[in-house]
């Protein structure tokens, strides 16, 4: 379900392979969501999230220093988006992930899905150019 494909490069290799794991990480949430042989996914769940923390973090300060460097103009907007994705991952809390486990994977899937698509295909993709 979750495939980065050509429309999502920006033409910057590191971003483009940081943007493909952040793939790979929802495609991992997606692919436990639909797992029917794990009746308590909370440590899944947990697992993948902190996952999603830290390649958060790690991305957004490459991004950011990537576009500082080059003197990029819209850093500023990227960086008040930055922080707003940073905001909801870390409010997600573990103890409520645990009491319903299917509606938090599917909470995380919208939010990480609403950030692959626009946030790539309409911010993103403009630092390449």
Known sequence: MYEFKDEFLTGIEQIDNEHRKLFEIAEELYTLKNEQFIPDKYDNIREILIQLKNYTITHFEHEEAYMESIGYKRMFTQKIQ?????????????????????EAIDEMLRT????????????????GK
């Open 82 to 102: 930055h922080d707003a994705l940073r905001e909801i991952v870390n409010e997600w809390d573990l103890e409520a992930l645990d009491e319903n486990q299917d």
């Open 112 to 127: 990480i899905t609403d950030w692959l698509v626009n946030h790539i295909l309409n911010q993103d993709k403009l630092i």
